[in-house]
Nanobody, 111 residues
Framework: VQLQAFGGGLVQAGGSLRLSCAAS????????MAWYPQGPGKQREWVAD???????NYADSVKGRFTISRDNAKNTVYLQMNSLKPEDTAVYYC??????WGQGTLVTVSS
């Protein structure tokens, strides 16, 4: 399974971004997909995941601001990020089945 994330960029505080992560290869084996940001000098941390039947979970830090979704027909998971804060600045990685990692996409939130 290969994962490719994109959609990062520079945004002002309070703004929005939508990240995407497309899966290829043996994507039929994918059950759960998740997003893990890694901020400067910090460890990678889980913020959201979604199961194959669309059940979602969120970290308290993003609940109400971020929305994870997926399009199984396109083998893609999304992360809609609203009301962004400078502390959301991080490289965002997608993960599949708690095994596969994609390359990250950088999100920078300016104050």
């Amino acid at each position: 399974v290969q994962l490719q994330a994109f959609g990062g960029g520079l945004v002002q505080a309070g703004g929005s971004l939508r990240l995407s992560c497309a899966a290829s290869g043996n994507h039929f084996s994918i059950k759960t997909m998740a997003w893990y940001p890694q901020g400067p000098g910090k460890q990678r941390e889980w913020v959201a995941d979604i199961s194959s039947n669309l059940y979602t979970n969120y970290a308290d830090s993003v609940k109400g601001r971020f929305t994870i979704s997926r399009d199984n027909a396109k083998n893609t998971v999304y992360l809609q990020m609203n009301s962004l804060k400078p502390e959301d600045t991080a490289v965002y990685y997608c993960r599949a089945n708690s095994i596969y990692w994609g390359q990250g996409t950088l999100v920078t939130v300016s104050s």
